[in-house]
C-alpha cells in the first residue's frame, strides 16, 4: 500500500510539472529584463569643435572659425569681442571661444543652414567648458519666430575643462534680449522648442581682461536633437 502511494505522488508530480505552462519560465526571465525601451535616443544634430590657422596667436573669432562647414556662427551683444584661441589636439587647452574681452554681456550662438532642430523630448546638449571667478555657461537658443531664450542650467569649472550634458527638457528658460544679452520678464512657461534656429551659449556677465577674474571659455559644443527642414 505504502509504495502504490509513492507510485502515485510521483505520478502527480510529474503530471504537474508536465502541465505547467510552456512560457511561464520565459515570462520570469522577461520581467528581469523586461524595463521599457524608452523613447528612441535622438540623433546627433552637429558637432563643433572650431578651427584656426596652426599657430595661430588669439584673435576675434570669426565666421571662418567653424569647423562644421553646414553651421554659421551668430554673434550677440558684445560678441565682436570673443576671441577665439587655444590649439589643435591640446587637450589642455583645446580650440575655444573665449569672453575674456567682452567689456559687455556677449553670446554666440551656431545655426544650421538648412535645419531647424527639434529639442523636445530627450534631446540633449553636450559641450566643454572652463571658466574663472563666478562665471558659468548657459545655454542660449533663438526659436523659429525669432525669439531668443536663455536657461538657468549651468556649467563651468574653474579647475580644468569639464565635458558635460543636461537634457534640455529639464531646462528653465528667460527671454534674452539679443542686442544686450541680458534676461527680460519671469520664466516662460513651455516655450516651443521643436523648431530652434540656433543653439549657444553665454555667461550673462562682461569679461575681465586676461588673466584670473572673470571669464568662459567654451570648446566642444555637440546638439543632440531631431533635424526639421526649414
Same mark, same amino acid.
Given at each position: 500500500?505504502?509504495?502504490?502511494?509513492?507510485?502515485?505522488?510521483?505520478?502527480?508530480?510529474?503530471?504537474?510539472?508536465?502541465?505547467?505552462?510552456?512560457?511561464?519560465?520565459?515570462?520570469?526571465?522577461?520581467?528581469?529584463?523586461?524595463?521599457?525601451?524608452?523613447?528612441?535616443?535622438?540623433?546627433?544634430?552637429?558637432?563643433?569643435?572650431?578651427?584656426?590657422?596652426?599657430?595661430?596667436?588669439?584673435?576675434?573669432?570669426?565666421?571662418?572659425?567653424?569647423?562644421?562647414?553646414?553651421?554659421?556662427?551668430?554673434?550677440?551683444?558684445?560678441?565682436?569681442?570673443?576671441?577665439?584661441?587655444?590649439?589643435?589636439?591640446?587637450?589642455?587647452?583645446?580650440?575655444?571661444?573665449?569672453?575674456?574681452?567682452?567689456?559687455?554681456?556677449?553670446?554666440?550662438?551656431?545655426?544650421?543652414?538648412?535645419?531647424?532642430?527639434?529639442?523636445?523630448?530627450?534631446?540633449?546638449?553636450?559641450?566643454?567648458?572652463?571658466?574663472?571667478?563666478?562665471?558659468?555657461?548657459?545655454?542660449? %537658443?533663438?526659436?523659429? $519666430?525669432?525669439?531668443?531664450?536663455? @536657461?538657468?542650467?549651468?556649467? /563651468?569649472?574653474?579647475?580644468?575643462? #569639464?565635458?558635460?550634458?543636461?537634457?534640455?527638457?529639464?531646462?528653465?528658460?528667460?527671454?534674452?534680449?539679443?542686442?544686450?544679452?541680458?534676461?527680460?520678464?519671469?520664466?516662460?512657461?513651455?516655450?516651443?522648442?521643436?523648431?530652434?534656429?540656433? %543653439?549657444?551659449?553665454? $555667461?550673462?556677465?562682461?569679461?575681465? @581682461?586676461?588673466?584670473?577674474? /572673470?571669464?568662459?571659455?567654451?570648446? #566642444?559644443?555637440?546638439?543632440?536633437?531631431?533635424?526639421?527642414?526649414?
Amino acid at each position: 500500500m505504502l509504495r502504490r502511494m509513492i507510485s502515485l505522488a510521483f505520478l502527480i508530480a510529474v503530471g504537474i510539472a508536465l502541465g505547467q505552462e510552456p512560457g511561464a519560465a520565459p515570462a520570469r526571465a522577461g520581467r528581469r529584463g523586461g524595463e521599457p525601451a524608452g523613447p528612441p535616443r535622438p540623433p546627433l544634430f552637429f558637432r563643433e569643435e572650431w578651427k584656426q590657422p596652426a599657430n595661430a596667436p588669439e584673435h576675434p573669432v570669426t565666421a571662418d572659425a567653424t569647423g562644421n562647414p553646414n553651421l554659421e556662427l551668430k554673434l550677440y551683444g558684445d560678441g565682436k569681442n570673443i576671441q577665439e584661441t587655444g590649439q589643435e589636439g591640446n587637450p589642455g587647452n583645446p580650440i575655444h571661444l573665449w569672453t575674456g574681452l567682452c567689456t559687455a554681456n556677449c553670446a554666440a550662438t551656431l545655426r544650421d543652414k538648412e535645419n531647424y532642430v527639434d529639442l523636445t523630448g530627450i534631446a540633449k546638449i553636450r559641450w566643454i567648458t572652463k571658466v574663472s571667478g563666478f562665471h558659468q555657461v548657459h545655454p542660449v %537658443v533663438k526659436l523659429a $519666430d525669432g525669439t531668443m531664450l536663455v @536657461g538657468d542650467h549651468a556649467d /563651468g569649472s574653474t579647475g580644468d575643462w #569639464l565635458q558635460s550634458e543636461f537634457l534640455v527638457s529639464e531646462v528653465r528658460w528667460l527671454r534674452l534680449d539679443p542686442e544686450k544679452v541680458v534676461t527680460h520678464g519671469t520664466i516662460v512657461q513651455k516655450p516651443d522648442l521643436s523648431k530652434v534656429d540656433e %543653439v549657444g551659449f553665454t $555667461d550673462l556677465s562682461p569679461g575681465s @581682461g586676461h588673466g584670473q577674474g /572673470g571669464w568662459s571659455d567654451v570648446a #566642444l559644443i555637440e546638439v543632440y536633437g531631431k533635424p526639421v527642414k526649414r
